[in-house]
């Protein structure tokens, strides 16, 4: 089972949504490779590394002033 639909399921139908699209490239992109199969198991470590990449893009690394 998915946690987002992928090309190849219709969206169209009852219960079902689209991908979220945020208009930051970099969470859109680990939102739509949030795929949950079957192994529950491996389920911790796809979320945590969306769960990175969000944390990353709402929290960058501080960058350098330039100098003027």
Not at 42 to 53: I, Q, Y
């Amino acid at each position: 089972m998915n946690a987002t639909p992928g090309p190849e399921h219709d969206t169209s139908g009852p219960g079902s949504a689209a991908l979220p699209v945020t208009g930051h490239p970099g969470i859109d992109a680990a939102l739509a490779a949030v795929v949950l199969g079957d192994d529950v198991h491996a389920h911790h470590d796809v979320l945590a590394l969306a769960h990175e990449v969000v944390q990353h893009a709402l929290n960058p690394p501080p960058q350098p002033l330039p100098r003027p």
